[in-house]
T-cell receptor, first 110, second 116 residues
Framework: KNEVEQSPQNLTAQEGEFITINCSYS?????LHWLQQHPGGGIVSLFM???GKKKHGRLIATINIQEKHSSLHITASHPRDSAVYIC????????????FGKGTKLTVNP | NAGVTQTPKFQVLKTGQSMTLQCAQD?????MSWYRQDPGMGLRLIHY???????DQGEVPNGYNVSRSTTEDFPLRLLSAAPSQTSVYFC???????????????FGNGTRLTVT
């Protein structure tokens, strides 16, 4: 079983819909990263969080350390949000080893 | 400010050949790392470094070698390429905070490697 599980694997939405992508992990962590991989392959860091909630534009990331769960929300989704969203966790104690989920492929149709 | 520069973008090798994937960053990041991305597998850590002269293995280090002689550069060497090493390779860098990768990662654009 992968240490980091993402759901759903694939998600198709209509423009304007509210999107939620989930990430669950099985080990204690010090931080969690959300990344976006564009259709062309480039990877961009969206958020790094260790507690609570962060917001950037239409993107919101939350984490519940006790439940070992994080969510990435996209409000008012747009076709340009179509991408693969990847969750990665960093172990406790300042580990330098990131463990990645397999990604959620989001397609937003106009 | 170039960020993370990864070369080449594409490479085809024959089994047994060796090559080096280059990664350079100009942000004075302590942490540099190499990942491979395979369909259905997600990104997997190959090797990483927390500073010049310091490297360590990740999840899938076999068949790869790294060195970190300067803060800026972190090359990945394939010693004797095998078809199982066909993959997309990404380099990433970051500052280290409290000894961990606690700041955003900056990724290179990737290298698509095919071994025949």
């Amino acid at each position: 079983k992968n240490e980091v599980e993402q759901s759903p694997q694939n998600l198709t939405a209509q423009e304007g819909e509210f999107i939620t992508i989930n990430c669950s992990y099985s080990v204690g962590i010090s931080a969690l990263h959300w990344l976006q991989q564009h259709p062309g392959g480039g990877i961009v860091s969206l958020f790094m969080l260790s507690s609570g909630k962060k917001k950037h534009g239409r993107l919101i990331a939350t984490i519940n350390i006790q439940e070992k769960h994080s969510s990435l929300h996209i409000t008012a989704s747009h076709p340009r949000d179509s991408a693969v969203y990847i969750c990665a966790v960093l172990g406790r104690g300042g580990s330098e080893k990131l463990v990645f989920g397999k990604g959620t492929k989001l397609t937003v149709n106009p | 400010n170039a960020g993370v520069t990864q070369t080449p973008k594409f490479q085809v090798l024959k089994t047994g050949q060796s090559m080096t994937l280059q990664c350079a960053q100009d942000m004075n990041h302590e942490y540099m790392s190499w990942y491979r991305q395979d369909p259905g597998m997600g990104l997997r850590l190959i090797h990483y470094s927390v500073g010049a002269g310091i490297t360590d293995q990740g999840e899938v280090p076999n068949g790869y070698n790294v060195s970190r002689s300067t803060t800026e550069d972190f090359p990945l060497r394939l010693l004797s390429a095998a078809p199982s090493q066909t993959s997309v390779y990404f380099c990433a860098s970051s500052y280290l905070v409290r000894g961990g990768v606690s700041t955003p990662l900056h990724f290179g654009n990737g290298t698509r490697l095919t071994v025949t």
